[in-house]
């Protein structure tokens, strides 16, 4: 047992030098704003797919999609693909060549040029803190291994919400300063190559784990009915209950074709269009139709990794059906597994050294792809959307670098407490789901977000700076109604009345979290139309 977790341990070892190694290597002290935050728009094409990969497999998705699979027996939670394909292809077409031909670096001074300085603070005001939340929160998701590894080891005596907060605390700051250290030395350049190493062992460490599990489950003969047995397709749709029943029912589903093809392609429309985080990639390649084949491909390759995890979750189901494990972790109050934990259990109990190594860096690879991008995008955006304008901007780009560093070790330190924040409240709550906690983060304000952006690339004379204000207010707070976040909060302070509701009609659907960004843009979009611009531009 100590040489199979010194094995673990080095293989983890290995992986963190390799690519602090590779991030600071490539790093080459960028002098120059644009080389830090673009890397001179000098980036290969497959790179740059490698890094949209990387940023958009989280360690939520390599926990979450499992998690998915396992609860719900089934593939539906792919058909979500077709929207990231549908926008995908919308983005390379509209968005990308109208923030090339204007030569941004903060897509947010888009905005500015469109409508005005007030629309470019508020759209990255609200990108600051959607993706702050966003990504603090998953960045807590690979700190359970730590609190499972702790209650695999005292199986007598589980880890209390005291002890699960200060473990996660301790991986939290760890890998959080680790990603740091090359993000702020190297920009996005150290991100981008650090990404491709990711993205390897990612697919690597999944691939292992498909075939272990087949194999562990009687060979592919075994398993094969359930895997492609396995519904993939679902509309939603009930005979017998009325038109207006099935659209409020369809709405209040997560996983159906009609989320796939409108609330989907809304959500990727606004994550790969508006967010400055994932944009931010895209503009390092060398022109527009490299940033739109790169944005392409990466749809396709999610394909079948998303098949893949969702595969993972389904093995699993009837790996533990056959094989009950009564340290499986469960749910106090229900008694049900925890579908979020069953991967990683399986990963710490029955994988073997070595290969479980190469697994858990896959878990650190996600976490560190998808963080180092997000602390140099939140760096950019803030530095060039506030700071400069606050304290003035240095007439040197080295000190403009020297700023914007500073503000990659601000945004680290943040999201260490975001991500603390979130340990709390998981380990409290140990029956949430991660994959619509961080996509409903999204939904609540990145429909405001998109339909600015959308009067800004597809009007050449409407929409502006007073306009898109109430526009984006609106936005939010129909979001927040229809989703019934009004009554989450209002129980928080009413715990002790059961199923405390402030206000909530009978016929209004409760969406669930693929439809908010769709009904936030449209009804952002259908104001903001309502007003003139100051000047008429070809966006």
């Excluded at 702790?150 to 301790?170: K, R, S």
């Excluded at 790969?272 to 944005?295: E, I």
């Excluded at 020297?402 to 409290?428: D, K, P, Q, S, Y």
Aim: proline share 4%.
């Amino acid at each position: 047992m100590n040489s199979g977790i010194l094995l673990d341990a080095l293989v983890i070892v290995a992986y963190f030098a390799i690519v602090l190694f590779i991030g600071l290597r490539m790093s080459r002290g960028e002098k120059s704003v644009e080389g830090f935050a673009l890397g001179n728009r000098q980036i290969a094409w497959w790179a740059v797919l490698a890094s949209i990969l990387a940023a958009e497999i989280s360690a939520g998705t390599f926990f979450g999609a499992p998690g998915e699979g396992f609860a719900l027996r089934n593939y539906t939670y792919i058909q979500l693909i077709i929207g990231y394909l549908l926008a995908r292809i919308l983005v390379s077409a509209v968005f990308i060549p109208a923030y090339y031909r204007y030569n941004v670096v903060s897509i947010y001074e888009f905005l500015e040029m469109r409508f005005g300085p007030q629309t470019r603070r508020r759209a990255s005001a609200v990108f600051l803190v959607t993706r702050l939340l966003a990504s603090g929160t998953r960045l807590w998701v690979p700190t359970v291994l730590l609190v499972m590894i702790w209650n695999l080891a005292h199986p007598e005596v589980h880890a209390t919400p005291m002890h699960e907060f200060w473990l996660c605390g301790g991986a939290l700051v760890f890998i959080t300063l680790a990603t740091a250290l090359y993000t702020t030395i190297g920009g996005i350049r150290a991100v981008i190559w650090t990404d491709v190493i990711q993205i390897v062992v990612l697919v690597s460490a999944l691939g292992f784990s498909l075939g272990y599990l087949i194999v562990h489950n009687g060979g592919w003969g075994a398993v094969s009915s359930t895997l492609l047995d396995a519904k993939v397709f679902d509309t939603g749709i009930k005979d017998g209950i009325g038109f207006w029943a099935n659209v409020k029912g369809v709405l209040e589903q997560e996983y159906t074709l009609w989320a796939a093809f409108l609330g989907s392609t809304f959500v990727t429309l606004a994550t790969h269009g508006t967010d400055q985080d994932m944009v931010q990639r895209m503009l390092t390649a060398k022109n527009k139709r490299q940033s739109a084949a790169a944005t392409i491909l990466s749809g396709l390759a999610d394909v079948p990794i998303q098949f893949a995890v969702l595969a993972i979750g389904i093995l699993l189901a009837v790996y533990y059906g056959a094989n009950p494990d009564p340290l499986l972790p469960r749910n106090p109050d229900t008694g049900a597994v925890i579908a979020n934990k069953a991967y990683p259990h399986f990963i710490l109990t029955v994988m073997p050294a070595g290969l479980r190594g190469l697994v858990l860096a896959g878990v650190l690879a996600t976490t560190m792809g998808s963080l180092s991008t997000a602390i140099n995008s939140l760096a950019t955006s803030y530095v060039r959307d506030f700071h400069f304008r606050w304290f003035g901007e240095p007439t040197e780009d080295k000190g403009r670098v020297r700023v914007l560093r500073l503000g990659t070790v601000i945004f680290a330190l943040l999201f260490i407490v975001v991500g603390l924040g979130t340990a709390w409240v998981t380990a409290l709550n140990p029956q949430l789901r991660i994959i619509p906690i961080i996509l409903g983060i999204f939904g609540y304000t990145y429909g405001s977000l998109l339909g600015v952006f959308l009067v800004g690339l597809f009007t050449r004379g409407r929409g502006n700076d007073v306009g898109n204000g109430i526009a984006m207010l609106a936005g939010f707070l129909i979001v927040v109604i229809l989703s019934g976040l009004h009554n989450d909060v209002w129980r928080l302070f009413h715990p002790g009345v059961k199923n405390a509701v402030l206000w909530q009609a009978d016929w209004l659907p409760v969406i669930e979290f693929p439809w908010r960004v769709f009904f936030g843009a449209v009804t952002s979009f259908a104001i903001a139309v309502c007003f003139r611009s100051p000047r008429r531009m070809d966006a």
